[in-house]
């Protein structure tokens, strides 16, 4: 039983310095490759490194590369596969940045079209969450909305659809965070500004019943809040909405919390027509 052990641990040792010698020749082989001057065989091997997905390595040979071949016909073919190197090793904001500067220096080459779609797609794949800041998500948008105008027979637009539809519903759900800010922290004249913008930004939203009745709750809550000579116009603004929301929405689930402040309202604007006169 212990010499079945010692031979174990042995066979595991050798094993073990097998597969650091194979390294250490492996990594001497590669720097001798780039030190060479021989860019042929760097050209070869770079694409040898990328088809296996060494994309370090290939990074690095292509990066070398990309001065030497530059103003031959290598130079689009060398610029596409250190691009794409960057991408699978994702550095999605670096790659972008290659990608859109693929399309601008090679508006002609074979894969500019390919190179758009994916300046576009590493912008989606930097968007963040809804929480942060969503300068990614706003280029993502605009990117993909260029590729349509500029590639509308492309069988990417349909994907690019789907993807833009998922960004927009990023900024919905951040916009509407923001108004509810707005409203739990009771400063309704920004509600109802947002809300107003909103709607006309996501006439769609599945948001909109919600934030419609906001708006009209904010604009209730502004008027019996605000000085005498404001009221009037702030009720009007809620029993105005509130007719829109009823044309609107006749089902929803708030309309009973709508029409107790449309009530309220007309009872409010009732009193200051007595007062005032």
């Not at 010692?6 to 094993?15: A, C, S």
Request: charged share 25%; aromatic share 16%.
């Amino acid at each position: 039983m212990t010499i079945f052990i010692d031979l174990k641990k042995n066979w595991l040792i050798t094993l073990c310095l097998l597969y650091v010698m194979t390294i250490i020749t492996s990594c001497d082989k590669f720097n001798k490759l780039l030190k060479s001057t021989d860019y042929d065989l760097k050209l070869t091997k770079a694409k040898e490194f990328y088809d296996k997905g060494a994309y370090v390595k290939s990074v690095q040979l292509y990066e070398e590369l990309i001065p030497i071949v530059k103003g031959t016909d290598k130079a689009a073919e060398v610029y596409y596969y250190y691009t794409w190197s960057e991408h699978n090793l994702g550095d999605y904001l670096l790659s972008q940045y290659h990608f859109k500067s693929y399309t601008r220096q090679y508006p002609n080459a074979p894969h500019v079209e390919e190179c758009h779609f994916m300046s576009a797609y590493c912008y989606f794949l930097n968007s963040p969450n809804y929480k942060l800041d969503q300068t990614y998500t706003k280029n993502a948008i605009k990117e993909f909305q260029s590729f349509i105008d500029q590639y509308p027979e492309s069988k990417r637009i349909d994907t690019c659809n789907v993807l833009i539809d998922q960004l927009r519903l990023k900024l919905e759900k951040k916009d509407y965070e923001i108004i509810k800010q707005y409203y739990k922290l009771s400063d309704w004249k920004a509600a109802i500004v947002a809300v107003k913008i909103y709607l006309k930004e996501y006439p769609t939203s599945a948001y909109n019943e919600e934030l419609y009745y906001t708006m009209i709750d904010s604009y209730y809550l502004l008027a019996i809040n605000s000085v005498y000579s404001k009221k009037e116009e702030r009720l009007n603004g809620a029993i105005e909405n509130y007719v829109k929301f009823l044309d609107l929405y006749p089902k929803s689930s708030y309309i009973s919390r709508a029409e107790n402040i449309y009530t309220s309202c007309k009872k409010l604007k009732e009193k200051l027509n007595y007062d005032g006169f």
